[in-house]
């Protein structure tokens, strides 16, 4: 969750688990160590695959939750080619934007790895978010938010679990010194959503929040071969998302696609370069 609106920080005591077999009250920090990475492995989680050369496209109308104006969010993942050594591990960067309305607000590099059990860690980011006057000039810069495994007294999390069991409560980042501290639970396995870029079964459902924004909730779907497809912001106290950023579309290099998922992935390339919308069912997947 990217938007800060409080100032209080919770501090919760983590427990801290090796690898997540069953419910646990959380949330667990799981246990870091670099000696359980493969040299430059494959990001194949079916929740989250993160192959070179592929570029995700979603947006949605954002509505201020204290103004009430609304502005227009385009957001870009591209899982770029390059890595980095991060905690000592070589973790993948994936470059993302964020527009509004059509301006650039934010960008970031993202660090992913994934350990030799099929759990993908999430490592770190270096974000700059974009203050502008209003003819639209650049009049600021802030990195707040950025953070990095092993400085600073950060720590890793997992972005997704390899063993996915609801009500498992987990950070994703742990870094007080740097307020970072989102923590995402598991709520289901099995969600059918339709979103722009098509319709998906055995959808997995999480609920993220930070510590540094007390009562902000957020869910999140991944679906199985795809990734992140959906984000519904600012629920409510009956769960209702002020705001919803929807995928629209999926556009990958010519490199060879993870089996599982080439049908949705090439369908909503297609999307992504003009083509007829159409149906997309991905694959299903054995539940954990």
């Known amino acids: 969750m990217t938007r800060s609106i409080g100032l209080v920080v919770v501090m919760l005591t983590p427990v801290i688990l090796a690898v997540p077999r069953a419910v646990t009250a959380g949330p667990v920090l799981p246990e870091f ?3 359980n990475f493969a040299p430059n492995a494959a990001i194949d989680n079916p929740y989250f695959p993160l192959r070179p050369g592929t570029r995700y496209r979603a947006s949605g109308t954002v509505t201020d939750v204290d103004s009430g104006e609304t502005t227009l969010e385009v957001d870009e993942d591209f899982v770029t080619f390059e890595t980095r050594v991060i905690g000592g591990v070589t973790a993948r960067v994936v470059h993302a934007r964020s527009w509004e309305d059509g301006v650039l ?3 970031t590099n993202d660090f992913y790895a994934q350990d030799k059990d099929g759990n993908v ?3 770190g980011e ?3 978010a974009f203050e502008r006057d209003d003819n639209g000039n650049v009049i600021g810069r802030s990195t707040a938010g950025s953070w990095r495994a092993g400085v600073n007294g950060a720590k890793p999390g997992y972005i997704m679990p390899a063993n996915r069991t609801v009500g498992f409560n987990h950070y994703q980042e742990f870094s007080p010194n740097d307020r970072a501290l989102d923590q995402a639970t598991i709520l289901a396995l099995d969600e059918t959503i339709t979103v722009p ?4 079964t055995n959808v997995l459902k999480t609920q993220e929040q930070s510590e540094v924004e007390p009562g902000v909730l957020e869910n999140k779907f991944y679906a199985p071969g795809v990734g992140l497809i959906l984000t519904e ?11 919803t950023i ?19 992935l090439f369908a909503t390339a297609l999307m992504g370069m ?9 694959p299903r997947v054995p539940r954990p």
Do not use: H, N, Q
């Open 33 to 35: 160590s670099p000696s």
């Open 105 to 107: 607000a934010e960008e």
């Open 121 to 123: 860690w999430y490592l």
């Open 126 to 128: 270096d974000t700059t």
């Open 197 to 200: 870029a098509g319709t998906f």
């Open 233 to 243: 912001e600012d629920l409510d106290a009956a769960g209702r998302p002020l705001t």
């Open 246 to 264: 929807a995928l629209r579309s999926v556009t990958t290099a010519a490199v060879p696609l993870p089996s599982g998922a080439r049908a949705g």
């Open 274 to 282: 003009g083509c007829a919308a159409r149906k997309v069912i991905a």
